[in-house]
């Protein structure tokens, strides 16, 4: 008996120590929801934003649709928390500087020269028609984690790398509308069809957090094959995840 409530304690134990994550969905006011990711998608150009890794880093890949180019000046583009505004592009240029030493076995003096490259990002880039560029700079969330108002729904799931478990997962699922959503951000984007930018428009996109699940980790990124658990990656191209701190 003494032997019985022994195991139930460690289970109990390890149970509680079990790591655990806050996966976040995110949406977006002018985008939708596809398989890799949130997708604006018109006759001008297709907009899509993907977010699958930790703490959520942005990639935005634009695709020209048109027949003539189009330019995005990142000068005036910008990634937006509240109501601070984060700079894409900045003027200034990143120098490389390497050492170089010129002699020989026999020479009783070297001499030593310092080379150096300026790179310097482009404040505007141009995309030919029919093609597409990528760009990824910023971190939607790069620290702490997410504060969640209100009561969670309880979801029972199976778990992935164990199925013949007969304890199921509980999974503590938020869902929020956007005014009540516990992150919100912007990607704002200044582009044009013609070079001088006298035919320039803006693309103006309001995220919020639509939903966040509490789970263990292995939820996520364990995965049981028939024989035994492998580790997956984490795939989910409309958001992120947060590793929660051990208790």
């Not at 504060?147 to 007969?166: C, F, V």
């Amino acid at each position: 008996m003494k032997l019985s409530a022994f195991f139930v304690l460690l289970i109990a134990v390890v149970s509680s120590c079990t790591p655990k994550i806050q996966v976040v969905t995110l949406r977006g006011s002018n985008v939708q929801p596809d398989k890799e990711g949130l997708v604006l998608d018109n006759d001008t150009l297709t907009l899509r934003y993907s977010f699958s890794s930790e703490r959520g880093q942005m990639n935005i890949s634009l695709v020209n649709k048109l027949n003539q180019p189009l330019y995005v000046d990142w000068k005036r583009s910008s990634f937006i928390i509240g109501q601070e505004k984060l700079d894409y592009w900045h003027d200034v240029a990143s120098i490389d500087l390497t050492e170089s030493t010129y002699g020989s076995r026999y020479s009783r003096y070297s001499i030593s020269s310092i080379q150096g490259t300026v790179s310097k990002e482009e404040q505007i880039t141009f995309i030919p028609p029919q093609t597409k560029v990528s760009k990824q700079q910023f971190v939607v969330y790069p620290n702490g984690i997410l504060s969640l108002p209100g009561t969670p729904e309880l979801i029972e799931e199976k778990p992935t790398w164990n199925p013949g478990r007969k304890k199921p997962v509980v999974i503590s699922n938020y869902k929020y509308p956007a005014p009540q959503s516990p992150l919100t951000f912007r990607n704002y984007l200044t582009l044009s069809t013609d070079k001088d930018f006298k035919s320039e428009f803006h693309i103006d996109t309001k995220f919020w957090a639509s939903d966040v699940q509490i789970l263990p980790r292995d939820q996520v990124f364990s995965q049981f094959n028939g024989t035994y658990t492998l580790p997956v990656s984490f795939k989910k191209p409309d958001g992120f995840y947060i590793n929660l701190p051990t208790e």
